[in-house]
T-cell receptor, first 113, second 113 residues
């Protein structure tokens, strides 16, 4: 079983809809949680970064972490065709664990005009 | 502009040949990483380096080698011992101690013929 599970999709939504993405994990030592966006044939770029449980909002993006359920989510409001990409969740332990991240497999999202 | 440069973007190799992928950064970051990306498997860590002249194996180091002679450079050699080298290779860097903000290059796609 993988440490981080993520539905590969593809997830197809109409423009303006809410996109809902999630990851589950098994390692209770994970403390920091990230979402990266990757366009086709490009390197990933950091979208959101959260620490511990709770919500974090940045423009149209909201990240949620539920450590008790080992479940993280990313919501994209008012989705645009430019949001079409693969979204990767990533996580790591505390600072003593170093900078190594564990990534999910990525969910491909397609926003149709 | 600051960033990470990977070269070549596309590379073809015959079986039995070694190949070296270049990664250069001008972000003044201490830590550098090599990841491999296969469809549906997310990013898997090959090697990482936190300071010059020091590096550690990641989760899938077999068949790969690296060097870190300069802070700016972290080349990856894919040796003939790597059984399934066809993949998308991503180089990243981060500030020392940064919780999860990796800056990625645009990747190198290696195809073994």
């Amino acid at each position: 079983q993988k440490e981080v599970e993520q539905d590969p999709g593809p997830l197809s939504v109409p423009e303006g809809a809410i996109v809902s993405l999630n990851c589950t994990y098994s390692n209770s030592a994970f403390q920091y949680f990230m979402w990266y966006r990757q366009y086709s044939r490009k390197g990933p770029e950091l979208l959101m970064y959260t620490y511990s449980s709770g919500n974090k909002e940045d423009g149209r993006f909201t990240a949620q972490v539920d450590k008790s359920s080992k479940y993280i989510s990313l919501f994209i409001r008012d989705s645009q065709p430019s949001d079409s990409a693969t979204y990767l969740c990533a996580m790591r332990g505390d600072r003593a664990a170093g900078n190594k991240l564990t990534f999910g497999g990525g969910t491909r999202v397609l926003v149709k005009p | 502009d600051g960033g990470i440069t990977q070269s070549p973007k596309y590379l073809f190799r015959k079986e039995g040949q070694n190949v070296t992928l270049s990664c250069e950064q001008n972000l003044n970051h201490d830590a550098m990483y090599w990841y491999r990306q296969d469809p549906g498997q997310g990013l898997r860590l090959i090697y990482y380096s936190q300071i010059v002249n020091d590096f550690q194996k990641g989760d899938i180091a077999e068949g790969y080698s690296v060097s870190r002679e300069k802070k700016e450079s972290f080349p990856l050699t894919v040796t003939s011992a790597q059984k399934n080298p066809t993949a998308f290779y991503l180089c990243a860097s981060s500030m020392q101690g940064a919780a999860g903000e990796l800056f990625f290059g645009e990747g190198s796609r290696l195809t073994v013929l």
